[in-house]
């Protein structure tokens, strides 16, 4: 009889909206964003040399993919919403980190935020695989791009001004956001997420399911994409302020033109509209076009420094839309047994790049000045161009007789 005093939203955890990971996606957003153009140049303040960010970036995004990769083994002995919670725990140790400063405690203080990265986004995917529709995906990643859109816009930009007034400053306030991450996270009690039942056998080995991540086509396109997508935000969030330092344009140029072209995000749900009305196929490849000329463009005329950020930044654009469409031929494709692991593989997508950009950035610089790696990233948006050729051109397309994308 007591029970029936006890208020529903008590007894029974309400079912998660896709309004709810799109506010959680933003909040996250504000964390890393603050400090996205903020530790590029702390790394380059402790040790003045491109090259050496370079390797500092190549053995962070080695250790954190193999990170990544354990995760769901992880998952197995320690329930998702720990596992969540000590993601968000690892950002706070990055904070504390980077608040002592100097030439080894700030890489630390990267691995750990690249390290939480990983670990929050392996959760995050699997609960979103766990609670919404297929039907709905589309819609929730253009919601989470638009609650994710301020965060961008403003904190590159915000996280070098605070730099320039105290350098403590912008960790403080990622730190703060951190916090509330954790504290909205277990108010939205999203639990250890839904259990799909299997057969009783010996726990799966996570590489295990890289053979059938491989065997899977559209899989494979999903994360090639996003690795590529990932390795040009790479270029533009590392290498571009160091290039603006190193040209005299000074520390805010490269902040500032990340917060411009992440402004962008408010307008997805345009973006998704097009894809609608056009294919996947035609708005990614597109995207790779714009990407590879631009990029390329701006190595060419480096010479005029102004010019190439300006390129730069119109080919931001197309990462833009890649952001928006390019992980849907994933998110369509992923098998209900299959979630938190495959959610593992895809997203080591972030530890790839951040493995392949700093190490090719590391091999370019040895010949070639730093406009050498635009003219990298434009060759990779170019094999991209003709995976993507692959695609059914159909794919993204509403029908008629289900009357959804």
Not at 62 to 80: E, N, Q, Y
Not at 292 to 311: E, N
Not at 324 to 330: I, K, N
Request: proline fraction near 6%.
């Amino acid at each position: 009889m007591a029970n029936r005093y006890i208020p529903i939203f008590l007894k029974h955890a309400p079912t998660p909206r896709v309004q709810s990971f799109a506010l959680l996606a933003g909040t996250e957003a504000a964390v890393r964003a603050m400090l996205i153009s903020v530790f590029p140049l702390a790394i380059y303040e402790a040790v003045q040399d491109a090259g050496v960010v370079s390797r500092v970036y190549f053995l962070v995004g080695l250790a954190s993919f193999c990170w990544g990769l354990m995760v769901p083994w992880a998952t197995r002995h320690v329930p998702r919403r720990w596992m969540y919670t000590f993601g968000v725990l690892l950002y706070l140790v990055g904070m504390i980190l980077a608040l002592l400063g100097g030439a080894i405690a700030t890489p630390l203080a990267v691995l750990c935020n690249a390290m939480a990265t990983a670990t929050t986004f392996v959760c995050f995917n699997a609960y979103l695989l766990d609670y919404v529709a297929r039907a709905e995906l589309g819609r929730t990643q253009s919601l989470q791009m638009v609650y994710a859109a301020a965060p961008w816009a403003i904190g590159p930009m915000l996280g070098v001004w605070l730099r320039g007034i105290w350098e403590p400053l912008p960790f403080l306030v990622a730190g703060g956001f951190a916090v509330v991450l954790l504290t909205l996270f277990w108010m939205l009690r999203l639990g250890n997420g839904k259990q799909i039942t299997r057969a009783k056998g010996p726990a799966v080995n996570p590489l295990a399911y890289l053979g059938r991540f491989v065997g899977q086509p559209r899989l494979l396109a999903g994360w090639l994409f996003a690795v590529i997508r990932s390795c040009g935000w790479w270029i533009y969030v590392v290498y571009l302020p160091i290039f603006c330092i190193e040209a005299g344009l000074g520390e805010t140029v490269g902040g500032v033109a990340l917060s411009m072209s992440n402004a962008m995000l408010f307008f997805t749900p345009f973006l998704l509209k097009l894809v609608n009305r056009t294919s996947l196929r035609f708005a990614i490849r597109g995207s790779f076009v714009l990407c590879g000329i631009t990029f390329l463009a701006a190595a060419v005329l480096s010479g005029w420094p102004w010019v190439s950020v300006i390129l730069l930044a119109i080919g931001s654009l197309g990462l833009v839309m890649l952001d928006t469409a390019g992980g849907l031929p994933f998110l369509m494709s992923v098998k209900p047994s299959e979630r938190t692991e495959m959610a593992a593989v895809y997203s080591s997508f972030r530890d790839v790049s951040g493995i392949l950009t700093p190490g090719i950035a590391w091999t370019v610089l040895l010949v070639a000045p730093l406009s050498g790696i635009f003219a990298a990233g434009a060759g990779f948006f170019g094999a991209a161009w003709l995976v993507a050729g692959r695609m059914h051109p159909r794919l993204g397309i509403q029908r008629p007789s289900r009357g959804r994308a």
